[in-house]
């Protein structure tokens, strides 16, 4: 079983940064795909960023949010510049133990209990 732990939420102004993270534990080694993605109240999971050979993001955060991967110590971050009141939501990390370009919350095996992001206008 592999546990996903966020952090770095919070509530910050438009045009602020804020950098997530997530710890893998209870498997040694995730060789798969990491990912995140984001609910808003009233919407659905949609995926914002992940990484497997490569990275790949949604356009409405290209250019803005980075994701990177430190795979000696399990960990996916996810840094977001000049953040936007839309981007406001609950951000979740995901894992498969799968390789390729996953973009459905159905594709994951795992997630984290999510972190709070408020950007305010």
């Known amino acids: 079983q592999v546990r996903l732990a966020e952090s770095g939420g919070g509530l910050v102004q438009a045009g602020d940064s804020l950098r997530l993270s997530c710890v893998a534990s209870?498997?040694?080694?995730?060789?798969?795909?990491m990912a995140w993605f984001r609910q808003a109240p009233g919407k659905e999971r949609a995926f914002v960023a992940g990484?497997?050979?490569?990275?790949y993001y949604v356009d409405s955060v290209k250019g803005r949010f980075t994701i990177s991967r430190d795979e000696a110590k399990n960990t996916v971050h996810l840094q977001m510049n000049r953040l936007k009141p839309e981007d406001t939501a609950v951000y979740y990390c995901a894992a498969t133990p799968r390789s390729g370009e996953y973009r459905f919350p159905s594709s994951y095996n795992y997630w984290g209990q999510g972190t709070q992001v408020t950007v305010s206008s």
């Open positions: 990484v497997s050979r490569s990275t």
């Open positions: 209870g498997q040694s080694v995730i060789t798969g795909t």
